[in-house]
Every structure is written in C-alpha cells, then in structure tokens.
C-alpha cells in the first residue's frame, strides 16, 4: 500500500509566507525558511514553496530563500511560482530545490515541460494545476488563479503526464481557503485520468479532510495552508488522524 504524504504548503510574496481566501485577501504569516524548519522537525513528508511576488525582484528573493532551506530542512522540497523557462527551473534546482513547479508558462510553452523533463528528470518537474467549475467541466486557471485559459483540466492533466511530468499538483481554486474540505469530485476525476501521482490541494479546515480524500480518491498526497500556518492544527495531529481512520501514512 502506497504510503500517503502530508505536505504544508508556504506561498511566498517578497520573502515572507502569506494566505488568503480564492487566491486573494492576501496577509503575512511568518518568515518562511523558520516556517520550513518547524514543519520539518513536525513531521512533514515533504514541503511546498509557491512564489507568489511576479516581479524579477521577487523570483531572486525566492532563490535566496531556497538556497538558506536547503541548508536548513531535510525533507524534500519543491519551488514553484514564477517559473517562466528552463533557466529559472535551473536556477531554483541548483539553488537547492528537490523539484520545480510549472503552472502558467507551462499551458503558454507545454515544450517547458519536456524540456525540464529530459534536461534534469521527470521527477523533478511538478505541473501545478489550478482548477475551477464551469458548465462544461474543470476549466485550467491561469495568472494566480485569476484568468481561465480554456484548457479542460482533465485534458490538461493527461498531456501534462504524456510531456514528462513527474507529479501533479491539483488546486481547486472554487475551494481554496474556504475550508470546508478538498474538492473530491475534482481530486478523482484528475486521478482517474493520468498515472502519475497527484497531491491535493485546496479547501482544508479540518484534519478529518486528509483521511476524507484519502480514502475517498487515489490520490498521493494532501496539501494545507493555513491550518497550519495559524497554529489550529499540527502536522502530528493530521497523521494522527488519518492512522486512526487506518489511513497508511508515515510517523509524524
């Protein structure tokens, strides 16, 4: 049995961790490389960076801040956000970074992904998807969440895994800081049309939603925020959760 993993998740904007609610309303919650480090030592299976700040200015701060967790946190750790070419998924990798993440320059220039893929692996290319409902089906935002490129996101998700990906990281953007759970029809159809692995994201209020999705789809790994970052929730009380739901997840 796959062992499923919990991964906290800082978004970044000008070197300091922020969240809001349906990718806006935007506050600071803390210095990220500590952050890292404190999830680290709590258990976390792996960590997520996304750089939020869309300016040069932003993406070298970013470098900085991978290149100090890389020496401070042993758990694996992926950077995305702002990632445009195949030289910022360079930079971020020989920075430290285990993976990079690609969200909007990869709908823009799909031949990112296989580039990144034959250059350094497909393990380390993550394809962030942010997706939201629409009359005909999950459409593939774009721009933070803010613009919909048209791209179904399920046809979306199996050219991503044809192109080399190693991973999706699937965000409901309808349930993003709302906090009443991930959006599991989203999650299982995702699942359902690729191969690799997928991690969930989106909508966590409660450690029950990390058993609810991984019991009720096949996916990877499940990603929070702010229940962590706000101190109403551990690491260790989420496993805790899901090993009592007979979840098979790692020992916090």
């Known amino acids: 049995m796959i062992v499923k993993r919990i991964i906290p998740c800082l978004d970044v904007k000008e070197g300091k961790v922020v969240k809001g609610t349906n990718f806006v309303g935007l506050r600071e919650l803390g210095d990220p490389v500590a ?24 993406r070298n ?12 946190v042993f758990v694996p750790f992926t950077v995305g956000g702002g990632v445009r070419n195949i030289d910022d998924v360079t930079r971020l990798l020989q920075a430290g970074a285990d993976k990079v993440g690609i969200n909007s320059a990869a709908v823009h220039h799909p031949a990112l992904i296989t580039e990144g893929a034959n250059r350094f692996g497909s393990q380390c290319i993550v394809v962030a998807i942010d997706a939201k409902k629409f009359a005909d089906g999950w459409h593939v935002m774009i721009n933070g969440g803010s613009k919909d490129s048209g791209l179904d996101a399920l046809e979306w998700a199996r050219e991503v895994e044809k192109r080399g990906a190693g991973e ?23 699942v359902n049309a690729v191969r690799i692995p997928v ?39 989420v496993k805790a959760k899901c090993k009592e739901q007979g979840v098979n997840i790692r020992e916090a």
């Not at 960590?47 to 932003?58: H, K, P, R, V, Y």
């Open 168 to 190: 999706i990281l699937l965000t409901s953007v309808d349930t993003d800081g709302v906090k009443q759970g991930f959006d599991l029809a989203l999650t299982q159809a995702v």
């Open 35 to 58: 952050m890292a480090q404190n999830y680290s030592k709590a258990g976390a299976d792996e960590i997520i960076f996304l750089d939020i700040s869309a300016t040069n200015e932003g």
């Open 61 to 72: 701060t970013m470098v900085d801040i991978v290149k100090e967790t890389a020496r401070e």
């Open 199 to 237: 991690i969930a994201s989106g909508g966590v209020g409660q450690p029950e939603h990390f058993p609810e999705v991984f019991k009720k789809t096949d996916v990877s790994a499940g990603l929070a925020a702010s229940i962590f970052h706000e101190n109403t929730f551990s690491v260790a009380e």
